[in-house]
């Protein structure tokens, strides 16, 4: 069975911390990772990403995928109240399918 | 990125009626897919709606109780029917384009 795992389930930083989320996956067929914000409704697009190594950035979001160890990592520097959200982890596995991971709640405290 | 409306927004129902949930894109697109999140979990794929075809349901969920129309190549509809307690959960439609899966605003249920 398809499995996406994220820790922490959540996390409280306060403003400027800098927080790492994880997120492990054990999937029969890879096609590539995607991560997501969700803040009410629907989750917003953060970054895919296909390589292993390969470092994705926007602003103070960055993520790198390791493909070897099955792994991926969520960065954020410099935290603002406005990164306080579910943050998601999936993986492509088939056919446009995604497998979702639980999330991780980070709430940044001012 | 794909411009996807949702509605309705959110609604509150009664155990046992039927509410339909209508997605709109804003560009042609061959598949449309309908995920849940019940309240505290990820989301899970219901079904994917493909133009002029049946709609292909993941385990554990079926036509009966999420019938799904897509009559055209930017419009899909998700039915939950005989709703209970448990069907209280946010629905999303979804996309893909260029390799990634984009979402509409998603449809707040709360069944009483």
């Known amino acids: 069975e398809d499995k996406v795992v994220q820790s922490p389930l959540s996390l409280v930083v306060h403003e400027g911390d800098t927080v790492t989320l994880n997120c492990s996956y054990e999937?029969?067929?890879?096609?590539?990772l995607l991560w997501y914000k969700q803040e009410k409704k629907a989750p917003t697009f953060l970054f895919m990403l296909?390589?292993?190594?390969i470092e994705k950035k926007s602003g103070r979001l960055s993520s790198i995928l390791d493909k070897k160890e099955l792994f991926s990592i969520l960065n954020i520097t410099a935290t603002q109240t406005g990164d306080s959200a579910i943050y998601l982890c999936?993986?492509?596995?088939?056919?446009?399918?995604?497998?979702f991971g639980a999330g991780t709640i980070l709430r940044v405290k001012s | 990125s794909a411009v996807i409306s949702q509605k309705p927004s959110r609604d509150i129902c009664q155990r046992g009626t039927s509410l339909t949930i209508q997605c709109q894109v804003d560009?042609?697109?061959?598949?449309m897919f309908w995920y849940r999140q019940q309240p505290g979990q990820s989301l899970t794929l219901i079904a994917t709606?493909?133009?002029?075809?049946?709609?292909?349901?993941e385990s554990g969920f079926v036509i009966d109780k999420f019938p799904i129309s897509r009559p055209n190549l930017t419009f899909s509809t998700l039915t939950v029917s005989n709703m209970s307690p448990e069907d209280s959960s946010i629905y999303l439609c979804?996309?893909?384009?260029?390799?990634?899966?984009?979402f509409g605003s998603g449809t707040q249920l709360s069944v009483l």
């Open positions: 979804s996309v893909w384009t260029n390799e990634k899966l984009f």
């Open positions: 999937v029969t067929n890879f096609r590539s």
């Open positions: 296909t390589s292993s190594g």
């Open positions: 999936a993986v492509d596995v088939y056919g446009n399918k995604l497998v």
């Open positions: 560009s042609q697109v061959t598949m």
């Open positions: 709606a493909n133009q002029g075809s049946e709609a292909t349901y």
